[in-house]
């Protein structure tokens, strides 16, 4: 790797685990919110669903901003945006003036899921504690 894919390797690193470590923490502050609406889109056992998308969020997002055990962590957030967007953003099941949002997330987390797999695929990086 030369130092530019190194440095875009950390920053898309960064710029990935962001959005997991930020949403992990939400959830935390508001469990019971989370829980409800985990449990409004017919999941069962809403407080443990919410308690393993904390550890995938924040968890697997710690590990993945550091870049230990980082293609790990990565696939498990892509099976979790894989999981979030046939659940949650069923855009399609929505009447068609309710649907951007939905379309838009759905979308959203396919993407973030393809970028998590790229990390899984070919590593962290040298800048990382793996130094993949």
Not at 4 to 28: E, H, M, P, V
Not at 51 to 58: K, R
Not at 91 to 119: C, E, H, N, R, T
Request: charged share 15%; net charge neutral; hydrophobic share 60%.
């Amino acid at each position: 790797m030369t130092a530019n894919q190194d440095w875009a390797a950390l920053i898309g690193r960064i710029l990935l685990a962001a959005i997991f470590i930020q949403t992990g923490f939400q959830k935390i502050t508001d469990f019971a919110g989370t829980v409800a609406f985990t449990a409004s889109a017919g999941l069962p056992l809403p407080e443990v669903a919410v308690a393993l998308a904390i550890a995938i969020e924040l968890g697997g997002g710690l590990l993945l901003l550091v870049g230990y055990r980082a293609r790990l962590a990565a696939l498990a957030i892509a099976v979790f945006c894989l999981v979030a967007a046939f659940v949650f953003h069923r855009y399609w099941s929505l009447p068609a003036d309710k649907q951007l949002l939905d379309y838009v997330f759905f979308w959203k987390d396919l993407a973030i899921a393809g970028g998590m797999l790229v990390v899984f695929a070919f590593g962290p990086g040298r800048l990382s504690l793996d130094k993949a």
